[in-house]
């Protein structure tokens, strides 16, 4: 989920000192971008390696893919907010920075990425949308334009969550774009100063689910961590119309071709 590489921090000295000197901007959303980054600069370089190292050893042993949530990455001077895709042999096959920024990111000093990245895994071609990306069609529009038949989504629902505000963003996406979406989300008690909750899910085009409405799988959802499992067929995608273009007016394209050309 969306701020993985962050969770090791509580285990490192005078963290909680630390948390402190942010906390009480924190509490109102606007955090202090000096303290907030001097903060996160002191360990920055010793959480990566312990969450690339983690998630590269875990995608080695299990000879799978991982999609390694997202994490406050410093490229540089450039805080960013990354995700990296890991692959079978536990090599890094790519990252891909966060897009869209909210007001709290943009007050910490967290840049922009302007670039949608695709990336070929054994699942099939595959992007990813941090957080709030996954509310913006365009991002989700470019990454199909791309290619990509899968789009992972890690995310962190913060405020007053509901079933409705934790489908919303990707399943729409998947929707406007008939891919396969899967979703999870960050739950629990982070150590960080705050508790998240929300479900895990896989979203697919409305054809393709039982239940009608995108929903191929899905947690309960809450404070408690929980897997979620489900095999996806890339070769159904194709068989799925467009919802957008199967509907057909031969009247009123009689009517108003000419004004169209």
């Known amino acids: 989920p969306q701020y993985t590489g962050l969770l090791p921090a509580s285990f490192l000295p005078q963290f909680e000192q630390m948390l402190a000197s942010v906390r009480p901007r924190l509490d109102t959303g606007l955090p202090d971008p000096v303290t907030f980054g001097e903060c996160l600069s002191y360990f920055s370089d010793v959480l990566y390696d312990a969450y690339a190292l983690t998630?590269?050893?875990?995608?080695?042993r299990h000879n799978i893919c991982i999609m390694a949530g997202s994490t406050l990455y410093f490229a540089g001077q450039h805080l960013r907010h990354r995700a990296f895709l890991f692959g079978r042999d536990g090599e890094l096959l790519g990252y891909q920075d966060k897009l869209s920024l909210t007001t709290f990111e943009q007050s910490?000093?967290?840049?922009a990425e302007s670039e949608v990245k695709v990336f070929s895994t054994p699942a099939g071609s595959a992007a990813m949308l941090l957080g709030g990306d996954a509310d913006y069609f365009e991002i989700a529009r470019a990454a199909a334009s791309l290619?990509?038949?899968?789009?992972l989504h890690p995310t962190a629902l913060t405020g007053e969550y509901t079933s409705v505000r934790a489908a919303l963003g990707l399943n729409m996406r998947v929707q406007e774009n008939r891919l396969w979406g899967v979703q999870s989300t960050l739950c629990g008690d982070t150590g960080l100063g705050f508790a998240a909750e929300g479900?895990?899910?896989v979203f697919g085009p409305v054809a393709l689910s039982h239940t009608q409405n995108g929903t191929i799988a899905r947690t309960r959802g809450g404070f408690e961590a929980e897997v979620l499992c489900t095999t996806l067929d890339m070769e159904r995608l194709v068989r799925v119309q467009n919802p957008y273009i199967q509907d057909r007016n031969p009247a009123f394209m009689e009517a108003y071709i000419d004004r169209l050309l």
């Open 108 to 111: 910490v000093g967290l840049e």
């Open 147 to 151: 290619g990509a038949r899968l789009l």
């Open 199 to 201: 479900p895990a899910a």
């Open 55 to 60: 998630m590269a050893a875990l995608a080695q």
